[in-house]
């Protein structure tokens, strides 16, 4: 897909201008969507549309497993953990075998099993472009993408990134040797023998 609108300020690339529009209220802070019911204004129209059904009680979430329902993906993606969480591996003799997850009952591990076998739609859609996801945590480390938050910050360094595994792998950098160790790999090997060691010190003492 062309992306022909870049912003000036981080180098990101749309594919429509009014994307470009709404990424660029990150930069400046302005909130030029508000509510007509309160003062609350975002800088995003996807998040003053969640925002209204707070003044409308439109609850569209439902769960499937009781008669809860909720405004906000999000809410209903916290709920859910209620009926899959369980106090001990005793309470969950139910497992997928695609990967290994456990569940209390038979019909969570059924509805589960959609995701492997392609059943189960994409109902959780970007309101920024045309991706979807199977679970909503997924939809909302890729909303990162488009508001450029970076929460993984990494601690060594000034480097921050918008999801957690790029943080874990840029971290090997500042590991690298410590990784070595505990996986114990290695490394540096004896000219004259095949021992082999991760350290250059210790082979130099060895020999």
Known sequence: MPMPYKCSKCTK?????????????????ERLHQCTECEMAFSHISKLLVHA???TGERPYRCNHC?????????????????TRDRNTNDR???CNECAKTFSENV???NHMKIHT???????QCMECE?????????????????GEKPYR???????????????QHMRIHTKEKLNIHTEEKLYQCCHCDKTFNKKNIISRYI
């Open 154 to 168: 990494c601690n060594q360094c000034d480097k921050a990134y918008a999801q957690k595994g790029n943080l874990i």
């Open 13 to 29: 690339k749309f594919s429509e201008k009014v994307h470009l529009k709404n990424h660029k209220n990150i930069h400046t802070g």
């Open 67 to 83: 008669d809860k329902a909720f405004s906000q993906k999000g809410n209903l993606y916290k709920h859910m953990t209620f009926h």
């Open 93 to 95: 003799p139910y497992k």
């Open 131 to 147: 991706k979807a996801f199977s679970h909503i945590s997924k939809l909302m480390v890729h909303m990162n993408v488009h508001t």
């Open 108 to 110: 969570y591990l059924k």
């Open 53 to 55: 059904k707070v003044h």
């Open 118 to 124: 392609g059943e189960r739609q994409r109902p959780h």
